[in-house]
Structures are given as C-alpha cells and as structure tokens.
C-alpha cells in the first residue's frame, strides 16, 4: 500500500519500481498499480508472466487479483490535482492545505 502511494504521487516522478530480482515484488507492485488505472485482470496476468517469465508465481497472481484497491482510492480521495501559479506545475494538495499565501507581515 505504501509503495502504490509513492508511486501514485505525481511529486515522486518519474520512479522506477524494482526489487532485488525484479520480478516477484515489482510485478505485485505494477500489478496492483494496474488495477488503479483500471486495467482488465487477464491484461495485469499477461503483463506480470511477460516479465516474471518461468519465475511466474501463482501466489503472486493470487495477491494481485484479491489486492483491494478500494481501501486506496479512499486515500487517494483526499487528494487534488491542482495547477499553481504561471509556471502550470502540477503539485498534489491533501486535505486541510490551502493554496492561499500566507498573510504578509506589516510594520507600524
């Protein structure tokens, strides 16, 4: 859960996901990140034993398919996209911050 909410926040990018072999970690990671973007179970399958290859673990899969992705949109619910100033940057705002400036201080 932590790690899609790393990889889910645009200030992080660009990330490369990977883990001491690159296939078992990173392939539950990425698989789980594909059910957020609302990928089709059998194309988040095809992609994990594309790279995880003979290495392919059906516990993985298994991992991937009941991954309750709910629980993290909730989280993710809290956030907003928002475009600040001229330079159009896009940072994330997470509920209860405010984009106004502080108030300026004045001498009397």
């Known amino acids: ?11 992080n990018h660009p990330v490369l996901i990977h883990c001491k072999r690159g296939k078992h970690r990173t ?7 594909r059910k ?5 179970l059998s194309s988040v399958f ?3 034993q594309h790279y ?3 290495k392919s673990r059906t516990a ?7 991954f309750d992705i709910i629980n993290l949109r909730q ?7 928002q475009y ?3 330079s159009k940057k896009r940072r994330l705002m997470y509920q209860g911050e405010t984009t106004q400036k502080p108030p300026r201080l004045t001498s009397f």
Not at 75 to 81: A, E, F, N, R, T
């Open 60 to 66: 993985d899969l298994t991992f991937i398919e009941m």
């Open 84 to 86: 600040q100033g001229a």
């Open 46 to 48: 095809e992609e994990y």
């Open 27 to 33: 392939g539950c990671v990425v698989g789980c990140f």
């Open 36 to 40: 957020m973007q609302n990928w089709c």
């Open 52 to 54: 995880a290859g003979a």
């Open 1 to 11: 859960m932590e790690a899609l909410k790393i990889l889910l926040d645009v200030r």
């Open 75 to 81: 989280c993710l619910y809290s956030i907003i996209y």
